[in-house]
């Protein structure tokens, strides 16, 4: 069953950085691509940044030049560096990821249950 693991989340000060990471495990042959959305209270869940298996990055207008998100294949890590976080980055972040779990077959699409990040001003 495949498995992902939020950390790193937590209450940080306006203008703070924080880093959450996100662990892949359990039957995975191949990670596509990786991503973070947030979810804030009574709005709908958004698209933070992805990350292809590659490492080319996209982004949400909002966060360019301040978050960075990156993994590491070998470990079957995503990570989000958030730099000079404003009071609007508070939300639940959620981790997806596309993954096969066989050599052959397609490929499925996981989440994890989600990190609160609170900025408070």
């Known amino acids: 069953q495949v498995q992902l693991v939020e950390s790193g989340g937590g209450l940080v000060q306006d203008g703070g950085s924080l880093r959450l990471s996100c662990v892949v495990s359990?039957?995975?042959?191949?990670?596509?691509?990786m991503g973070w959305y947030r979810q804030a209270p009574g709005k709908q869940r958004e698209l933070v940044a992805t990350i292809t298996r590659g490492g080319d990055p996209t982004y949400e207008d909002s966060v360019k030049d301040r978050f960075t998100i990156s993994r590491d294949n070998a470990k079957n890590t995503v990570y989000l560096q958030m730099n000079r976080v404003k009071p609007e980055d508070t939300a639940v972040y959620y981790c997806g990821a596309d993954v096969q779990r066989r050599s052959y077959g397609s490929s499925s699409v996981y989440w994890g249950q989600g990190t609160q990040v609170t900025v408070s001003s």
């Open positions: 359990g039957g995975i042959y191949r990670i596509y691509v």
